[in-house]
């Protein structure tokens, strides 16, 4: 089982000059709790949560603020390619519910690819065992 057969391919994504309100409308709107952040060349410069931006709202109110200001980063990424074993791996390590997925040649984002991903995977796991 690789990270692409259970990552969300071309997901939504934010530019990092976008203010934070910007991403919270995305985020309720599409039902997300990750946003990845590009960088003016498509690359992912960074990973905004639901908690950041709730984070934010509190600190900077009304107050535009670009989710460059905001976002995690450097970003933990996983190629395609990858053992969905090292997916979770990685996720438990850093303590994070997301890995951004790139291409094999550095930054460009091909897709991300959550704990309810994750999950997806263990149940047609257990499918296939018959439990």
């Not at 057969?5 to 203010?19: E, L, N, Q, V, W």
């Not at 905001?70 to 997916?87: E, N």
């Not at 790139?102 to 991300?112: A, F, K, M």
């Amino acid at each position: 089982m690789q990270v692409r057969d259970y990552m969300t391919a071309a997901p939504i994504t934010i530019d990092a000059g976008a203010d934070y309100q910007d991403a919270f409308s995305i985020m309720e709107e599409k039902g997300l709790h990750h946003l990845p952040v590009l960088d003016a060349g498509g690359n992912c410069a960074g990973l905004v949560a639901r908690r950041d931006l709730q984070l934010a709202a509190r600190c900077f109110q009304e107050a535009p603020v670009e989710i460059g200001e905001i976002m995690h980063q450097p970003v933990t990424t996983i190629s395609p390619d990858a053992d969905l074993g090292a997916a979770v791996e990685r996720m438990m390590a850093d303590h994070i519910g997301c890995l951004p997925v790139s291409d094999n040649g550095g930054g460009h984002l091909v897709g991300i690819i959550t704990e309810t991903d994750l999950l997806r995977a263990l149940r047609d796991l257990l499918v296939e065992r018959g439990g």
